[in-house]
């Protein structure tokens, strides 16, 4: 029984992934970068070899997404999506002259903020 409960989550795990990029990708989002848990990242890599193939992955304490696009007045907005049934996701745009160093400090914070909720849940 464990086994189908685990087999389950990770088909609604890899289904879940595919959902979320369709999605963002209708709506002109870019997938920038992936966090996975070291669990979830097994998992996906055995049942879908080819799932995270030429994708950016990092660990991370939590399952989440990176997706920018071009925003406004040239500016470029980025988004974190937590990698769950629940929709739930940290918004931030950048100004063209913001400088690669600032933007990192600041996605830096907001997947702290995304593990903080994730592990508040």
Do not use: C
Request: aromatic content about 10%; hydrophobic content about 40%; cysteine-free.
């Amino acid at each position: 029984m464990y086994a189908n409960l685990r087999s389950a989550k990770l088909m609604k795990n890899a289904g879940l992934f595919m959902e979320l990029l369709a999605t963002y990708r209708k709506h002109g989002w870019q997938l920038q970068d992936v966090l996975l848990q070291p669990a979830t990242r097994s998992e996906l890599d055995a049942q879908e070899p080819e799932l995270l193939k030429d994708i950016a992955v990092r660990e991370a304490e939590v399952d989440a997404l990176w997706f920018s696009r071009p925003s406004h007045q040239n500016r470029e907005a980025w988004e974190l999506r937590l990698m769950a049934q629940t929709p739930y996701a940290l918004f931030e745009t950048f100004e063209p002259d913001e400088t690669e160093e600032e933007r990192d400090d600041v996605k830096r914070e907001m997947e702290v903020l995304m593990r903080d909720y994730a592990s508040n849940k």
